[in-house]
Each structure stands twice: as structure tokens, then as C-alpha cells.
DNA sequence: TGTACATCAGTGAACGCGCGTTCACTGATGTAC
DNA sequence: TGTACATCAGTGAACGCGCGTTCACTGATGTAC
């Protein structure tokens, strides 16, 4: 507890976003309402106004906060690579799951809660921020390979946000059912691993 | 028009699918509202209860068309392809975006309405159906794969699936903002050709 | 061909509900003297 | 240390709205004779 609590919450606008967090991830982003976010925090519907615009605009702040703790796991999955461009792309591709993974109600509030990225220039630029590591990763590792067969690295910085995302959405969600008998970590890093040997940056014969 | 129109509808089943598939497709699965397809076929919201038990009866009855849809679409990609395993695969690949492109409301419906797949047998069924056709040219495409380096079926399959509807969520909509400069289509077949020679299925300087 | 009747797809009024949002207000907090 | 006062985060009542769903009904359709 930062600050007291009483009649004035004293943090009410974090509150609120946690509160939204954890309705969107039980319930999906159709099952949030301000309202019952307000009653999560324990404060009347009326309250958000001191600190949002309204409904949307308090989604925006959770992508917003959410797109913040990607960019620094991002980057710090990033360095952990280096100075080798291969573990620092395969690190990051990791990362982006375990974001996912832990971090539902986030994940769900930035890429499907229809808000749009372009919102604000700061919400924008934080997520752009984020993104940009996988494309930064891409361009390094993509020096690795031969010019004249080199696909642009937006490309392939592309095909593995569109593989992680995949199977974020189809494999690491309850609602599938029992649709895929493998664990979506697994799925991915054996997927990142296929695509990165069809790119010949690692050698067919190994294993790992 | 198959029937005549005037106090009884005539084809009010279908009029309402449809309605719910452009609402769908318009404002996300978020939007579509039980008494605005009622009002978009042209009919009272009650009406809509002599063909549905509700408004989630109402998009699975969407889901289950699409599927239907899908099924076929990529069964008759899967012959297309034959006897070739290789073609097979990739044809159905294709498909699968093509579908998601040609009939969004569908595709949103059956993937990112929440309904779960198996709400009722018969729509499990149908599903089912639809998915596993890329599972057989997958399972037919890994018998070309020398056995001690050959991957499960079901999951390269999966990878090509998260990948397809990865690409289809972050880059076939229109939301995301000018995010990715290359065309969908594009992005998928590269990505899907990097992956089969990740594989080995396709020699690593064929250009195609 | 015409009449009587069963069927059933649609009406329209009504319901209770929770929503997002507004407004004048109140009472806790922090500061100046 | 104590009092007066400005600030402002929260209240709670109210609003209009569209929603999903129900119900008794009505009128078009198709069939039997």
C-alpha cells in the first residue's frame, strides 16, 4: 500500500486498471464494463471520471501500461541474446509468449480489445517501442544471410509476430478445448526453430 | 429469392445469419447486437425466437455455416493439390486465407466470437471437419521426411495454422494501421515456403 | 372452385436490467497564517 | 499548535438508452373437403 486508504482511495487509478485487467482477462474484452470495474476497486461508476475519460479510455491506459512491461521484457530478452544476433531473436520470440502467458489481461487489452495502437502518439510510441525489438532482432540476424536470398527483415520479423500471436490465440487460451496435445512454448520454439533452419541460419542437422 | 416475401418472411433464417455476418464483419463480434440483426432482416427482435433459442444460438448458427464453408473450401484445395502431398499442403495454406479474406463475418465468428467449438456436436463435428483436412495433407506431406527427424503431424500443422491465423489477425484487418508493408497473401506463402524448407521438403535454393 | 380450418411465422407491447455518463454535492486532505 | 480555507477525490441520485427475452395476439399460408 503506497498510500492510505479512506474515504479517498489514494491510488484508485491503478486500482482501476488492475481491476480492468482482471475482468478482461476472466471474462474477455467484451465482458468489461466501467462499471463493474469501478464496483471491483470498490467506488461508484461515477469515480472513474477523476482519472479517465471513460471506457475506452481506461482500456487504453491498460494497453498502454501493458505495451510498457512488454517493451522492457522485450529488450531485456533482447540483451540477454547479444552479443549474438540468433539467441537475441530467438529470446525475444520467447519472451513475447511468456508475455502472453503471463500477462492475459494485457495481452487481451493491446491486441484484441479493437482499441486502436494509433489512439494516442503515446500509446503509439510505447507500442511501437515494443515492437520494434523483434524487428530490430530480424535486422541484425538477417545480416547472417546470404544478400541475394535475404527476405527484408520486416518480413520475417512479421512471420514470427504473426506465428507467436498465432499461437497465442489459438493454443495458450482455455477455450480451444483440448485442440493441440502440445504446450504452446513448445510450439513455438519448435516453429521459430523450423522457420530459422528454413532461412539456413541454423544448420539442418542440428538438433537443439 | 427462393420464397416470396411479404407478412411471413420466408427466409428469415438465413436473412438473420447474414445480417449477423455483416454486422459481425462490420464492428467486430463486440457489435453485433441480437435486435440489429432483427432490424437489419427487416423483422421485431421477437421474431428472431421462432429460428433461435438467442443471440449466441444465433452466431453459432454463423459459426457452423462458416465452418461448413471452410470445409469445403479447404477439402476442395486439398484435391486441387493432389496427387502432389506438397502442393496439397500449400494449396491448403492458401485457402485458409483466402477464406478468412473472402468471408471475415465467418471467420470472426468462428474463431474470435467466443463460442465455444464445441457447443454442440454437431458444430464440433463440422469444425473438425474443416481443421483436419490440413492435418491429413500435414500427415501425408511428413511421410517425405526421413522418420528420425520428422516432426508430429498434428504439430506442424499447428504451426501452420497459428501462423495463417496469426497472419490473418495481425495483417488482413484493416485495424492494426499501416503496420506491415507487404500483402498478406504475400507474408503467408513466403512464411509457409521459409517453413516446408525449415523442413527439408523443399530444396533450399528453389527460388518458388 | 370455394369454403372452413389448422398451422405457424411474425407482431408489438411490455418487462427488468445494467450500462455509460452527468451533476450538484460532500467530506477528507493539505496548506497558510 | 490551532484555526480558516482551498482543493479535489469521491458520493449517490438521476437520466435516457438499447439490450435480451416473454407473451398473448394476429394474419398469411396451405390443406381438406
Redesign the pocket.
Known sequence: MP??R????????EALIEAALKLIEEKGPTG????????HA??????????F????DLIAAAAHQGFGMFAELMEYAYEKGQPSALASFESAGRAYLAFARRHPGHYIAMFESGISINRTPELAAVANRALSVLERAAEELSQHIPADKRPPATMFSAHIRALSHGVVELFARGNSGANCPFPPEDLLETGIGVYLRGLGLIPADDDS
Request: charged share 30%.
Open positions: 498510500k492510505k479512506g474515504y479517498h482511495h489514494g491510488n484508485l487509478r468489461f464494463t466501467l462499471s463493474e470495474a469501478a464496483k470498490g467506488v461508484t461508476p461515477a469515480a472513474v471520471y477523476r482519472h475519460e471513460g471506457r475506452e
